[in-house]
C-alpha cells in the first residue's frame, strides 16, 4: 500500500516541478505541501481544483485520490488503536479493512466495513454480557 500523497510527489516528480514552486502557485507554504505529500495532513477542498489545474488533470481524479488517501489515514489510525484491541477484534478488522478492497472499491465499500466491524463490537459485547 503507498502512502497516502505518494500520488502528488509523483505527479510534481514527473512534471519537474520543485515543492517551492508548487507551493507559489498554490498560495500556501512548502511545509504544508509537503505534509499533504507525506500524508500527515489531508488536502483541503479548496485546493482540489487548484492542483488539478497545476496538473492538468480531471477534478475528479484528483477528488478521487483525496479520497483513498484519506480512507488509508483512517485505516492507519484505526491500526494504530489495535493494541487496546482484543484479538478477535483485530482479526475482524483486518478482514473489514482489507487494503485491497478499500483501494479498489472506494469509500462506499469502507463505510460498510466500518458497519459491519461496528456491529460485530456489539455482538462481542453482548456476548460477554451474557457470559458475566
Request: aromatic share 8%; proline share 2%; hydrophobic share 40%.
Amino acid at each position: 500500500m503507498k502512502k497516502p500523497g505518494t500520488w502528488l510527489w509523483e505527479l510534481r516528480y514527473e512534471k519537474r516541478v520543485k515543492l517551492l514552486d508548487l507551493a507559489k502557485y498554490l498560495k500556501q507554504s512548502a511545509s504544508f505541501i509537503s505534509q499533504i505529500e507525506t500524508g500527515r495532513r489531508d488536502m483541503p477542498e479548496d485546493l482540489v481544483e487548484k492542483f488539478a489545474e497545476f496538473f492538468d488533470k480531471e477534478i475528479s481524479y484528483i477528488r478521487e485520490k483525496v479520497k483513498e488517501d484519506k480512507i488509508v489515514n483512517r485505516v492507519r489510525k484505526a491500526l494504530q488503536d489495535i493494541n487496546v484491541m482484543e484479538p478477535t477484534k483485530i482479526n475482524a478488522l483486518a478482514r473489514v479493512l482489507d487494503e485491497d478492497i478499500i483501494l479498489r472499491t472506494g469509500l462506499e465499500k469502507a463505510l460498510i466495513g466500518e458497519q459491519q466491524l461496528l456491529e460485530f463490537e456489539k455482538k462481542g459485547n453482548i456476548q460477554n454480557e451474557q457470559t458475566n
